[in-house]
T-cell receptor, first 115, second 113 residues
Framework: EADIYQTPRYLVIGTGKKITLECSQT?????MYWYQQDPGMELHLIHYSYGVNSTEKGDLSSESTVSRIRTEHFPLTLESARPSHTSQYLCASTEGANSNTGELFFGEGSRLTVL | AQSVTQLGSHVSVSEGALVLLRCNYS??????LFWYVQYPNQGLQLLLKYTTGATLVKGINGFEAEFKKSETSFHLTKPSAHMSDAAEYFCAVSSGGYQKVTFGIGTKLQVIP
């Protein structure tokens, strides 16, 4: 089993609240990702990181922000949640070597509902 | 550039019947190909992958997929569906290294008793 953990698994919160979704991995992977997943839609990459102090925006524009202060930790923050942020957020990681095939290891997801 | 097309967002099969989920890809370089499975309220779990070598790859739970370069396909099959196979299946392509992984839209498999 992959050693990547997300908390909380489920979160229901009111509009305007600040939230942080936690993601940690114990595999020493350099590369980490956040995907957003809505029912019936493809996975959208919203943020990624190639290592400590490296963060990049993904293909889908998102109002969320991320940080990478430690290799194992890649939290996602929404400063002011809105109903349009309601979605499932998936964290993933992979090795950073050039020989890497791109195989991703996923956490179990955080399902966010903003009322 | 790379892309993935999964034909059929919903597939229904009877228990015991053949499962066939279709995936076509495009890639400007030799691809790495993956199938992931997602059960309700879970993350994605790797089912199988093609990197190099043998074009027929076997995965967990009796699934297998064949890489056909001439058809740019990587279809997923299982000879006999089980109720526990009901899930969503995602095909993905990567160029490896520091390149991003591209996912298909997913195929939801329903198994009818």
């Amino acid at each position: 089993e992959a050693d990547i953990y997300q908390t909380p698994r489920y979160l229901v919160i009111g509009t305007g609240k600040k939230i942080t979704l936690e993601c940690s991995q114990t595999m020493g992977h350099d590369k980490m990702y956040w995907y957003q997943q809505d029912p019936g839609m493809e996975l959208h990459l919203i943020h990624y990181s190639y290592g400590v102090n490296s963060t990049e925006k993904g293909d889908l524009s998102s109002e969320s922000t991320v940080s990478r202060i430690r290799t194992e930790h890649f939290p996602l923050t929404l400063e002011s949640a809105r109903p349009s942020h309601t979605s499932q957020y998936l964290c993933a990681s992979t090795e950073g070597a050039n020989s890497n095939t791109g195989e991703l290891f996923f956490g179990e997801g955080s399902r966010l509902t903003v009322l | 550039a790379q892309s993935v097309t999964q034909l059929g967002s919903h597939v229904s099969v009877s228990e015991g019947a053949l499962v066939l989920l279709r995936c076509n890809y495009s890639s400007s370089v030799p691809p790495y190909l993956f199938w992931y499975v997602q059960y309700p309220n879970q993350g994605l779990q790797l089912l199988l992958k093609y990197t190099t070598g043998a074009t027929l790859v076997k995965g967990i739970n009796g699934f297998e997929a064949e890489f056909k370069k001439s058809e740019t396909s990587f279809h997923l099959t299982k000879p006999s569906a089980h109720m526990s196979d009901a899930a969503e299946y995602f095909c993905a392509v990567s160029s490896g290294g520091y390149q991003k992984v591209t996912f298909g839209i997913g195929t939801k498999l329903q198994v009818i008793p």
